[in-house]
T-cell receptor
Framework: DAGVTQSPTHLIKTRGQHVTLRCSPI?????VSWYQQVLGQGPQFIFQ???????GRGNFPDRFSARQFPNYSSELNVNALLLGDSALYLC????????????FGPGTRLTVT | AQTVTQSQPEMSVQEAETVTLSCTYD???????LFWYKQPPSRQMILVIR??????QNATENRFSVNFQKAAKSFSLKISDSQLGDAAMYFC??????????FGTGTRLQVTL
């Protein structure tokens, strides 16, 4: 079975631009979560979606938004990019909610110049 | 607010020896889960072990076991018979009913011959 997939693998953007990151969960998983991992730190929770509804939100500005589609795939959007948004963005899927094991994708490395 | 603290930025262990990674957490929730995740240099995060807070018995997965001290809010990971493939960043994480997985800052484990 395929694991969690994310696209693109790497991305370079300029300050002020917009970016969309994509995630496909493991087949059968209904929940997707997004995390930001700055180099040398642990991942920081951004969003969790379950059955296309937002179930949790971390301490990130409104420039960050996400959605989950009927096929349970998900997009993370970031507007008005700042240099500080440079990070590895991880997507994780799980069968249901927060108490279930999360399976992580390989991440998207975003560099903002 | 949930916090997870890993006080050991780096640890080193010889092959075949045993090492313990420390983690403390703070939470106001009574129903929660604790995890240890491993992130090898290739960066894909994988679950090592999971502990439900309501279970008194410490979780064990092959060479990996935890020492869960609920009153002390401590959750350490013991790796027995260390192998070269155990070298990675190890993250302690906590999740509760707020649908938020909170990670510590990580411990980099080196395995030497």
């Amino acid at each position: 079975d395929a694991g969690v997939t994310q696209s693109p693998t790497h991305l370079i953007k300029t300050r002020g631009q917009h970016v969309t990151l994509r995630c496909s969960p493991i087949s059968g998983h209904k929940s997707v979560s997004w995390y930001q991992q700055v180099l040398g730190q642990g991942p920081q929770f951004i969003f969790q979606y379950y059955e296309k509804e937002e179930r949790g939100r971390g301490n990130f500005p409104d420039r960050f938004s996400a959605r989950q589609f009927p096929n349970y795939s998900s997009e993370l959007n970031v507007n008005a990019l700042l240099l500080g948004d440079s990070a590895l963005y991880l997507c994780a899927s799980s069968l249901y909610g927060w108490e279930y094991e999360q399976y992580f994708g390989p991440g998207t490395r975003l560099t903002v110049t | 607010a949930q916090t997870v603290t890993q006080s050991q930025p780096e640890m080193s262990v010889q092959e075949a020896e045993t090492v313990t990674l420390s983690c403390t957490y703070d939470t106001s929730e009574s129903d929660y889960y604790l995890f240890w995740y491993k992130q090898p240099p290739s960066r894909q995060m994988i679950l090592v072990i999971r502990q439900e807070a309501y279970k008194q018995q410490n979780a064990t997965e092959n060479r990996f076991s935890v020492n869960f001290q609920k009153a002390a809010k401590s959750f350490s990971l013991k790796i027995s018979d260390s192998q070269l493939g155990d070298a990675a960043m190890y993250f302690c994480a906590h999740t509760g009913t707020a649908s938020k997985l909170t990670f510590g800052t990580g411990t980099r484990l080196q395995v030497t011959l």
